[in-house]
């Protein structure tokens, strides 16, 4: 006998949206998933029908996927298209896009490792001012008063 409704938090990890179900939940209590057009946060417990759909925000992407079929146990990735299609509108692909891009042009400076370039410019920087004589030798007495 096929359910008539499932807890949303159960299908979103069954059909491989979040890797766990306590992810799922987390996901849902911080308010990053909505049901239908509204942008009200659902709870774990929502129960979820076919043919609802259902939005989970993945900063900066606004995923929207439409519900086919239900399940409380975790599919194989080939099953997961016969339980939901991703209706997820072009304009977010394409904001993904553009941060992924700017992520690498507009990288704020002191921001995570140096890139290859930035190290390359330090070690010939560092090699340039020992090279033109720099003593970094420091003659701290402590016996002065």
Known sequence: MAKSEVRI???LWAVRIFKTRT???EAIKKGRVTMGDSDVPVKPSR?????DTVNVRKPPVT????????TENRLG???VP???ENITPQSQYDLLEVVK???FIDRRKGLGRPTKREGRELSKFTENVYDD?????FDIDDDED
């Open 9 to 11: 938090d159960k299908w």
């Open 101 to 103: 891009i700017s992520g």
């Open 23 to 25: 992810i799922a939940t």
């Open 77 to 79: 990735a080939k099953l």
């Open 63 to 70: 995923y929207s996927f439409k519900v086919l079929a239900l």
């Open 47 to 51: 129960m979820l029908k076919v043919g």
């Open 133 to 137: 004589g720099w003593d970094f030798d």
């Open 82 to 84: 016969e339980y939901m």
